[in-house]
C-alpha cells in the first residue's frame, strides 16, 4: 500500500493512461527514441559512470595505471586473507581435473561439458550450489532463432548496446552459439514459453531491433539454474560440489600456469588446498560492493572475488571503469528496495511516467541511457516521488499492461512480481511500480578469449567476471546466454588443455610478490579480500564490538 501522500501522483497517472494508450495503440513510439548525440549528453551529465570520484588510477598489479571504478580498485588494493608460507602444497587435500570457482550458471554449465569431454571437475562456491544471481534473473534469454532475426543482427545489437567497445570475436561467439543453447536447454529440461502453434514466444529488450527474448515466466534464471544444477547433480561420479568453501587464492606452478587453488571452509574457518590441472573462474559480479552507494539486484555473495584472485595472480581486468545499472529497480516498499522489475515489463507495454503521469524516455533505449534519463528527471527536473526514506522513484506503470494484453497476463507472464508486491498490499494490476536506478552488473572482468583462456596458462573465465563480451553496457538477455555460451566454451576448452598439461612443483610465490608490490606503492589499507560476504553492521555498532575481531568483513 502506497503512502497517502502519492495518491495525488497515482491519480495524474491514471488520468493520462487513456492518452498514452491511444499513442501506443497508433504503432508509433510512445515518446521519442534518443538520437546519439541525446544519449551522450544524458550519460556524460547524469551515468554514475561519469561521475568525477566515480574512477581512480589502480597502483599496483597488471592494469596499475589505468582508471577503475573506485571501489573496484580499493577491493584490487587490499591485503590476501592468508599467509602463504603457512601452507604444505606438497600435500594438496584435493586432486581434479578442474577446480571450478563458483556455482553460479557459469560454473554448472563448465562443469557439464567438461564431464562431456572427459574432466572430472570439484566445484567450490562460497554459498550453497545455485546461490548466484543467475538464479535471480527474470525476464529471459536473447538468442536468434526467428526467420526474420539472424544471428547477424543480435551480433550487431550487442555492439551497438556496448558502445562498439566488445570484442567481436566474443560477440561472435556469443550469437552464433545462442540457437544451440536455446536447444541445448530444452533438451535438458528447460521449458520455454511457446505460442499456441509450438513457436518460440519471443519479445522485445532495450537496445533490440528484433524481438528475440526467450523466457520461462519472470523465473527464467530459476528455471535454467535449477536444470543445469539437476544435471550437476546427476553426476557425483564426475563433479563434486564444496560448498560453503571459497577459493580465497589461486595457486600456480613453477612454470606459470594455473594449477589449484586454497579453499576456506566457512563453518569450521579451516583451509584445504586443491590440486588441479586447470582453473575455471566462474565467480560472478560485485553488486553487493554497492558502487556509488546504489541499491543492488545482486544476490548476497556478488562481492568480486575471482576478479580479486585472478589479478593477485597476474590475469588482466579489461573494461573495469565500466558499471550498469539496470533502470528499474524497486524503490518502494522499501523492504524490497533494489529488487529487480525486469526490463520484459516495458517490452510487454509497461511505460516510465513522472509524478505528473508524463512519458519522458523512450521505454527501451539501452539500459546506461534508461538509467541515466531516470535520474535526470529525479535530480535536474524534480519530477521524481520521493519515498518516506528519502529514496527517489518514477512511476512505471504496469496496469497498462492490462489494457493491453488482456486481463490476467501479469499474473500468468509475470507470477513472481505479481506475488512479491501483493504482500505489501500492492497489485501491479491496478496501481504503477515505484522505480530507480539499481546497480545490477559489471560491464567489464578479466580478459578473456572466445576460448575463455586468459593471458595465464590454464585459467580461464566464464560468465560475468569475463570483460569484453557486453563493451560497456550489456543489453537485457545476453547475460543469461552469456554465461551459458561461455560456461559450455570454458568446460570444453578447459577439458581440451588438462589432457596434455603435466603440473610442475605449486607455488604461491605470487600472493607475497603483491604485497610487496602494495607496500613499494606505499599503499596504506587494511582492506582485506576476496570479500567473500558484505558488512552490514554500522560503524558505531563495530566500534562498541570491543572483543571482536574482523578479517575484513568477517567476524
Known amino acids: 500500500m502506497y503512502p497517502e501522500y502519492m495518491n495525488e501522483s497515482l491519480k495524474k497517472v491514471e488520468e493520462t493512461r487513456p492518452r498514452r494508450l491511444e499513442i501506443q495503440k497508433s504503432g508509433k513510439p510512445v515518446f521519442p527514441p534518443m538520437t546519439a548525440e541525446e544519449r551522450e549528453d544524458v550519460l556524460s551529465r547524469f551515468h554514475p559512470d561519469y561521475r568525477p570520484e566515480a574512477r581512480r588510477k589502480v597502483r599496483v598489479g597488471p592494469n596499475a595505471g589505468e582508471e577503475l571504478t573506485t571501489e573496484v580498485a580499493d577491493i584490487l588494493e587490499s591485503h590476501s586473507r592468508i599467509r602463504a608460507e603457512l601452507f604444505d602444497l606438497s600435500r594438496p587435500d584435493y586432486e581434479t581435473d578442474l577446480l571450478i570457482v563458483g556455482g553460479g550458471g557459469a560454473g554448472c554449465a563448465a562443469a557439464i561439458l567438461a564431464m562431456q569431454n572427459g574432466a572430472s571437475s570439484l566445484i567450490s562456491t562460497k554459498l550453497r550450489l545455485g546461490d548466484a544471481n543467475s538464479m535471480m534473473s527474470q525476464g529471459g534469454m536473447q538468442a536468434a532463432v526467428t526467420p526474420q532475426d539472424p544471428p547477424t543482427t543480435h551480433y550487431l545489437d550487442a555492439m551497438g548496446g556496448g558502445h562498439f567497445d566488445n570484442k567481436p570475436e566474443l560477440v561472435r561467439a556469443l550469437t552464433e552459439d545462442g540457437p544451440e543453447v536455446v536447444q541445448w536447454l530444452e533438451q535438458l529440461g528447460v521449458v520455454w514459453d511457446k505460442n499456441p502453434d509450438g513457436s518460440m514466444y519471443v519479445l522485445h529488450g532495450g537496445g533490440t531491433s528484433r524481438k528475440r527474448m526467450h523466457s520461462c515466466r519472470d523465473y ?223 560491464n567489464g572482468g578479466i580478459e578473456i578469449n572466445d576460448r575463455c583462456e586468459t593471458n595465464i596458462p590454464g585459467l580461464f573465465v566464464a560468465g560475468e567476471a569475463s570483460g569484453g563480451v557486453h563493451g560497456r553496457n550489456r543489453l537485457m538477455g545476453n547475460s543469461v546466454l552469456d554465461y551459458n555460451v561461455f560456461g559450455r566454451r570454458a568446460g570444453l576448452h578447459a577439458a581440451e588443455y588438462m589432457k596434455s598439461v603435466s603440473i610442475g612443483r605449486l607455488s604461491m610465490d605470487h600472493v607475497g610478490r603483491f604485497e610487496a608490490e602494495i607496500k613499494k606503492a606505499n599503499i596504506k589499507t587494511d582492506r582485506v579480500a576476496p570479500v567473500l560476504l558484505p558488512s552490514y553492521t554500522p560503524e558505531d555498532v563495530r566500534r562498541r564490538q570491543l572483543t571482536a575481531h574482523y578479517e575484513g568483513t568477517l567476524r
Open 220 to 442: 527464467t534464471g530459476a528455471i535454467i539454474l535449477r536444470t543445469l544444477m539437476d544435471e550437476v547433480r546427476n553426476h557425483p561420479d564426475k563433479i563434486t560440489a564444496l560448498e560453503f568453501m571459497p577459493t580465497v587464492e589461486l595457486i600456480l606452478d613453477d612454470r606459470g600456469r594455473c594449477a589449484g587453488g586454497v579453499l576456506y571452509n566457512m563453518e569450521t574457518e579451516e583451509y584445504f588446498v586443491v590440486k588441479a590441472k586447470a582453473v575455471v573462474i566462474t565467480t560472478g559480479g560485485y553488486g553487493r560492493l554497492h558502487i556509488r552507494g546504489f541499491d543492488t539486484t545482486n544476490h548476497y555473495g556478488a562481492t568480486g572475488d575471482g576478479l580479486v584472485i585472478a589479478y593477485r595472480a597476474g590475469a588482466k581486468l579489461l573494461y573495469m571503469d565500466s558499471v550498469q545499472y539496470h533502470p528499474t529497480g524497486a524503490v518502494f516498499p522499501e523492504q524490497i528496495a533494489g529488487f529487480l522489475i525486469t526490463e520484459k515489463i516495458r517490452g510487454a507495454g509497461g511505460q516510465p511516467v513522472n509524478r505528473h503521469g508524463d512519458l519522458f524516455v523512450f521505454p527501451r533505449e539501452p539500459r546506461d541511457v534508461e538509467s541515466s534519463a531516470f535520474i535526470r528527471e529525479c535530480l535536474e527536473r524534480r519530477n521524481g516521488i520521493r519515498t518516506p526514506s528519502g529514496r527517489w522513484g518514477v512511476w512505471l506503470d504496469s496496469p497498462l499492461i492490462e489494457i493491453i494484453q488482456g486481463e490476467g497476463y501479469l499474473l500468468k507472464n509475470f507470477p513472481a512480481m505479481v506475488r512479491q508486491f501483493i504482500r505489501y498490499n500492492i497489485d501491479i494490476a491496478k496501481e504503477p511500480m515505484l522505480v530507480y536506478p539499481s546497480l545490477h552488473y559489471q
